[in-house]
């Protein structure tokens, strides 16, 4: 009799748990919001231009994307990292034109809009040589 008992407490307690759990894998994740293409400007070093970013997932559901660079230089590149935490997102690639550089993009996203900075580095010391900021608004919902 007390099994009884025991099992009818423990039988819905237990398929709460398996049902929370199975929504919790089937929701998309939060950084999911920010896919998309997102476009704008960037300025400093010297130089200004336009600004393109673009946020997507790969066939593994990793985050990934890539940014087109126009002014001086123009240049694309894809995501070497990126990564968020909350609305702040840090990412890296190499800078395409000098293969001994790598950028590092810092931003904080707020509705349709994001603003960062950018910041050129030696690979290999982590010297920075160029600095500034990039703003962007979103341009479409998501990629699919």
Known sequence: MKIRRLAF???????IVVCAAAQREGAPPADDKYLG???????????SGGFD????????KNLTGSVSVTGEPT???TLASVAFDGAKMTAKYDFTPDPQ???LLTATFE??????TWSLREKASGNE?????????KKDKQLE
């Open 37 to 47: 293409l997102w476009s704008g400007s960037w300025e400093g070093g010297g130089g």
């Open 75 to 77: 240049y694309k590149a």
């Open 101 to 103: 550089g790598e950028v």
């Open 129 to 137: 040589f160029a600095s500034g900021g990039w703003k962007v608004a």
């Open 111 to 116: 509705g349709n809009s994001a603003t960062g």
């Open 53 to 60: 970013l673009t946020l997507e997932r790969d066939k593994d």
């Open 9 to 15: 407490l423990i039988l819905p307690l237990l398929s």
